[in-house]
């Protein structure tokens, strides 16, 4: 990531939402307003540069946007979360037999698997965050150059002073292969 | 540590489809029973998009820094930020801005801006619309100045010393002849402002001329020339000039 650039137009951004009160009237205090200005401008830097948003023209105004919508999705998440919410540890397991005879999943069985799923998904990211962070520099800025930003092998050659696409190619397989066998043994 | 078996290189490979159709057909069927195997597919097919969240990670990271710099900097005022976020724009008025006035000051030269301000400063010789003081000096240039000297010491009725200015600099425009002529007139000293008067009524280019003649008539009805006079408050009447109305009374006064 090209750090320079990112400030220069975080300050435009900050300034567009933040310090001129865009976003901080439309959430209603500057905490909130600025947590969902990081989300939203780390979301946006890292897709834009990955050519999966094609906008060039006003880029804090859809910024600006995009931070509105996703605190719109974050107080409607939080309102279904709160209505249809249910903490497993209070619910007596005598109702979910109750509760077995009205439906086609074993409420017990659904509990479990509901459990299970959020464990391994939490795991499997402290992994994979652990995994990554012990990589060589060289390995992660081929990784996010070519997976995130999905810069061609050719132009990843001459920023980072390899000989061939051919090249930058097979590291980026071995870097890789070898990211996945840490995840894989820290599992 | 030990390293476990894995086989990310055949995963790759069933990706990239280079397997056989022998070796794929194995490969489906191992992963119908084999747990591992479905969980490093998974974290393969995955990698992207941990990748992203990774980085999504770090440049919230970078941006949270961000924001503790701005705020142990102290909030700047809009406006300072403004220009210097936008240094560009603000320059590129600010040198708009400086076309404009080269280009006021191009076609509006000196000479002709002193000619607006002796024009404005005799429009009506008997009432001085400005002061000196509330002018720029530099807008003024030294015989301009002498000219609105002569002229407050005519209004607090120091006729002598304002003619004394007049003459020591030679103040030959219209403004400063017309000004001596009603100088001497008020001093009495009649056949020098009928000079003066003279000079500026019968030179046609001159914007004084109406005042001139007023003044002149004046003066040859205090030396009881009304036959000079007359005719020149009907050429007043008739061009409508200043002292329009003064002169039609005064016109009547001496036919009766």
């Given amino acids: 990531m090209d750090t320079k650039k990112f400030t220069h137009f975080f300050n435009e951004c900050y300034d567009y939402c933040i310090v001129q009160k865009r976003l901080v009237q439309f959430v209603g205090n500057q905490v909130d307003a600025e947590e969902i200005f990081a989300e939203a401008i780390s979301k946006f830097w890292v897709k834009s540069a990955a050519g999966a948003i094609k906008h060039t023209a006003n880029l804090k105004g859809l910024l600006l946007v995009i931070a509105k919508r996703l605190w719109i999705d974050r107080r409607r998440n939080k309102k279904e979360a709160m209505q249809y919410a249910i903490d497993w540890g209070e619910v007596d397991d005598s109702f979910l037999k109750i509760a077995a005879l009205y439906t086609s999943t074993d409420p017990l069985v659904h509990k479990e698997e509901t459990v299970a799923a959020e464990q391994w998904q939490e795991k499997r990211a402290i992994a994979f965050s652990t995994a990554f962070a012990q990589l060589d520099d060289k390995c992660k800025r081929l990784l996010n150059a070519r997976h995130v930003y999905k810069i061609s092998a050719a132009v990843v050659a001459k920023k980072m002073g390899f000989n061939s696409a051919r090249v930058v190619t097979t590291l980026t397989s071995r870097c890789k292969k070898k990211l996945l066998r840490a995840v894989y043994n820290l599992l | 540590m030990s390293t476990p078996h894995d086989d990310f290189d055949v995963i790759a490979a069933y990706r990239e489809d280079t397997l056989t159709p022998k070796e794929k057909a194995a490969f489906v069927a191992r992963l119908a029973k084999d747990n591992q195997l479905q969980i490093q597919l998974d974290l393969y097919d995955n990698l992207t998009d941990f990748l992203v969240t990774e980085e999504i990670a770090r440049t919230k990271t970078l941006t949270n820094t961000l924001i503790a710099q701005k705020h142990a900097k102290g909030k700047k005022r809009v406006w300072l930020t403004y220009l210097l976020n936008y240094k560009k724009r ?18 509006y030269p000196a ?118 006079a007359i005719p020149l408050l009907q050429t007043i009447i008739k061009d409508k000039s200043a002292y329009y109305e003064q002169a039609r009374a005064l016109l009547a006064k001496l036919k009766t």
């Avoid at chain 2, 008025?93 to 076609?107: H, N």
């Avoid at chain 2, 009603?182 to 008067?197: D, G, H, K, M």
């Avoid at chain 2, 000079?199 to 003044?215: E, F, I, T």
């Fill in chain 2, 90 to 107: 603000v320059v590129a008025v600010a040198a708009i801005i400086l076309v404009f006035i080269g280009l006021f000051w191009w076609y």
């Fill in chain 2, 111 to 228: 000479s002709q801006r002193n000619a607006d301000l002796a024009q404005h400063y005799f429009s009506a010789s008997q009432t001085l619309s400005y002061h000196p003081n509330t002018m720029s000096s530099n807008v003024l240039d030294i015989n301009e100045k002498k000219l609105l000297e002569a002229h407050e010491l005519y209004e607090k009725k120091v006729y002598v010393e304002a003619l004394n200015i007049l003459k020591n600099y030679s103040l030959t425009t219209d403004a400063a002849i017309l000004l001596t002529g009603v100088c001497e007139y008020e001093l009495q000293n009649y056949s020098a402002a009928i000079t003066s008067f003279l000079s500026l009524s019968n030179n046609p280019n001159s914007d004084r001329v109406g005042l001139a003649r007023w003044y002149l008539a004046l003066t040859y009805i205090a030396t009881n020339n009304t036959t000079a």
